[in-house]
């Protein structure tokens, strides 16, 4: 899984942590040779996201445990549906079972938020994307989610773009001399990185367009109002991306002021995992 190149390292120290010495539970209350099936059931309507991940879990406990996948990540699910099938050792399958749905219902909840929000701006042109407002050690699993939910990936992490914000600002002695020292540390490291700066007013985004030097202006918590006249300052020259306490209630008003992106920290950091089961099938 290209996504998460370390997956299976991840998936040794999840294993670790919740199996610990063993599965006793299931040590003691089933034969080692045992074999069976189960079914993931969808318990209320969303998107399915971790699919491939689910995957990956289960051989990496058995590598011969058979999978009957019947819905796709990204894929839309109602209560019901049979997402996918595992059958082979009872004691394989019964160890990975918790893993396995913490992992989905996370990613399909992740989908299912983003892809609420992307629908409330369809039309528009504008681009809903996620924050670096993610859970340690999943970033990749939960950025993946919100692709697979239809929305678009900001950075990564703070080595893949400059992303010059309020408090780099103000350490820096203002918006101007913030850009000159990042273009003259690019410059010195040779390195090609998109440049992102925040603005906080008006006045703000005139600095920026006086200085030049950006790729993207960050509209931070700016109104409906103050968005539209933003974005007729910048008139094209500069992607533009709205951000800052971005609700389901106002997003579309950004979205029509003609931003090219609309960043939602809640698309990771507020959701609700989706209700998924896993249940033993005779």
Same mark, same amino acid.
């Given at each position: 899984?290209?996504?998460?190149? =370390?997956?299976?390292?991840? @998936? ?5 942590? =919740?199996?610990?010495?063993? =599965?006793?539970? $299931? *040590?003691? $209350? ?13 318990? #209320? %309507?969303?998107?399915?996201?971790? @699919?491939?991940?689910? #995957?990956?879990? &289960? ?21 019901? !549906? ?14 990975? #079972? ?9 990613? /399909? ?32 699993? +939960?950025? %993946? ?12 992490? *703070? ?10 600002? =103000? ?16 410059? $010195? ?8 700066? +925040?603005?906080?007013?008006?006045? !703000?985004? +005139?600095?920026? *367009? /006086? ?10 918590? &700016?109104?409906? +109002?103050?968005?539209? #006249? ?10 533009? %991306? ?41």
């Amino acid at each position: 899984m290209n996504v998460f190149p =370390d997956l299976d390292s991840a @998936i040794d120290r999840w294993f670790a942590e =919740d199996i610990g010495t063993g =599965d006793h539970t $299931t *040590l003691g $209350t089933i034969p080692g040779d045992a074999t069976g099936s189960v079914a993931m059931l969808a318990k #209320e %309507e969303g998107f399915v996201a971790g @699919i491939r991940v689910a #995957e990956r879990i &289960f051989h990496r406990m058995d590598r011969d445990l058979k999978l009957e996948i019947s819905i796709q990540d990204g894929q839309a699910i109602v209560p019901g !549906d049979t997402i996918l099938c595992v059958t082979g050792k009872v004691h394989s399958i019964l160890q990975c #079972e918790r893993l396995v749905l913490n992992v989905m219902q996370r990613m /399909s909840g992740i989908a299912t938020t983003t892809r609420e929000y992307v629908k409330l701006v369809e039309g528009t042109g504008a681009r809903v994307i996620d924050t670096r407002k993610t859970s340690p050690g999943l970033r990749l699993l +939960e950025k %993946e989610a919100v692709r697979l939910g239809g929305g678009t990936n900001h950075r990564f992490g *703070l080595h893949d773009m400059i992303l010059i914000k309020d408090n780099h600002i =103000d350490f820096a002695g203002g918006i101007r001399q913030a850009i000159r020292a990042v273009t003259g540390y690019l410059d $010195t490291h040779h390195l090609h990185l998109p440049v992102e700066v +925040e603005t906080r007013s008006l006045r !703000d985004v +005139e600095e920026v *367009l /006086s200085v030049g030097g950006v790729d993207r202006i960050m509209l931070d918590n &700016f109104t409906v +109002e103050q968005t539209r #006249e933003a974005v007729k300052l910048v008139a094209g020259r500069y992607e533009t %991306e709205s951000s800052g306490g971005i609700t389901r209630e106002t997003i579309r008003g950004y979205a029509e002021c003609g931003v090219d992106y609309i960043s939602v920290g809640a698309l990771t950091h507020h959701i609700k995992s989706l209700d998924l089961s896993l249940k033993a099938e005779f």
